[in-house]
T-cell receptor
Framework: ETGVTQTPRHLVMGMTNKKSLKCEQH?????MYWYKQSAKKPLELMFV???????ENNSVPSRFSPECPNSSHLFLHLHTLQPEDSALYLC???????????FGQGTRLTVV | GNSVTQMEGPVTLSEEAFLTINCTYT??????LFWYVQYPGEGLQLLLK?????DKGSNKGFEATYRKETTSFHLEKGSVQVSDSAVYFC?????????????FGKGTLLTVNP
């Protein structure tokens, strides 16, 4: 496998559920990111990790909890989400922060 | 802060038409500039990039030239195909300090009809 891989591709969850999104990169990059893409809104940067340390949290609600156990893996843990959290969640990586990013195919999340 | 402005869509063209999607930016110094493409149901893919003034990025028949004097990075293609239908995002990175983030435009939806 090469590139950035996200699982699952699609997820439907109830507002009381707990689920996790997974991202894996095989590019040897040091930085990883979570973005949220909602219909008719610009891409929103949620979290940035560099060498497994969180360097940015863009005022994201605590119902979204990231985890970066190593430089190749990034998770987004979800709990008690709201319907407005339904969106495409994109993971990306870059060699270091400040370099161009390579994106995964995204997880289409629907909160019911 | 940094910002990217790209033309509002949607853009609808016939196959083999000429494409231009305008992009202008605001940033201090010399950012790196990018075009990303998002096909239906997919994530973003890096299409092309330019890292200094007067550089021309090109890929898959698409081109964009980094114009410092007009702070622009317009995307062009001489003859579009149906398979080019996608959303195109202009973006910049201004490395250094806290401005290391990719800043994206809002995206332009392109539809190419046969």
């Amino acid at each position: 496998e090469t590139g950035v891989t996200q699982t699952p591709r699609h997820l439907v969850m109830g507002m009381t559920n707990k689920k996790s999104l997974k991202c894996e990169q095989h590019l040897g990059h040091n930085a990883m990111y979570w973005y949220k893409q909602s219909a008719k809104k610009p891409l929103e940067l949620m979290f940035v990790y560099s060498l497994e340390e969180r360097v940015e949290n863009n005022s994201v609600p605590s119902r979204f909890s990231p985890e970066c156990p190593n430089s190749s893996h990034l998770f987004l843990h979800l709990h008690t989400l709201q319907p407005e959290d339904s969106a495409l969640y994109l993971c990306a990586s870059s060699q270091d922060i400040g370099n161009e990013a390579f994106f995964g195919q995204g997880t289409r999340l629907t909160v019911v | 802060g940094n910002s990217v402005t790209q033309m509002e869509g949607p853009v609808t063209l016939s196959e083999e038409a000429f494409l231009t999607i305008n992009c202008t930016y605001t940033a201090t110094g010399y950012p790196s500039l990018f075009w990303y493409v998002q096909y239906p149901g997919e994530g973003l893919q890096l299409l092309l990039k330019a890292t200094k003034a007067d550089d021309k990025g090109s890929n898959k028949g698409f081109e964009a030239t980094y114009r410092k004097e007009t702070t622009s990075f317009h995307l062009e293609k001489g003859s579009v195909q149906v398979s080019d239908s996608a959303v195109y995002f202009c973006a910049l990175i201004k490395s250094g300090g806290s401005n290391y983030k990719l800043t994206f435009g809002k995206g332009t939806l392109l539809t190419v009809n046969p």
